[in-house]
């Protein structure tokens, strides 16, 4: 009598990098507001972000001149570039300096890339 070899489980297929969706970004945009142009600048901000969920928070830092102003595109945004360009215009003339940006991905919790 003739044994067969012991069988493997089969391997899982390989997964490449090329496959994976690149995890999605949040943007975050940071700049800063001179107190005697808060309401202005808030109504700008919420007229050009024409309803979408774009976050904006203020820095909790008490200072009595200027708010520094954060921004939040996140990741179930349809076109972060459209509404960030939107906003941007129509806030340039209330930052104080320049618009700074910069972009993040999950690595842990909802949202992470696996």
């Not at 997964?15 to 945009?29: F, G, I, K, Q, T």
Request: glycine letters at 6%; proline letters at 11%; charged letters at 20%.
């Amino acid at each position: 009598m003739t044994t067969s070899p012991p069988t493997r489980a089969a391997a899982p297929p390989a997964v490449h990098p090329a496959d994976r969706s690149p995890p999605p970004v949040e943007l975050y945009v940071y700049y800063r507001v001179h107190a005697d142009q808060l309401a202005a600048a808030l109504a700008a901000f919420e007229q050009a972000r024409e309803g979408q969920p774009v976050r904006l928070l203020q820095r909790h830092d008490n200072d009595p001149v200027f708010q520094t102003w954060m921004e939040i595109y996140g990741a179930d945004l349809p076109d972060v570039a459209d509404a960030e360009r939107r906003i941007a215009a129509a806030l340039g003339a209330f930052a104080q300096g320049p618009r700074h940006r910069e972009a993040f991905a999950a690595v842990a919790g909802p949202g992470a890339a696996r």
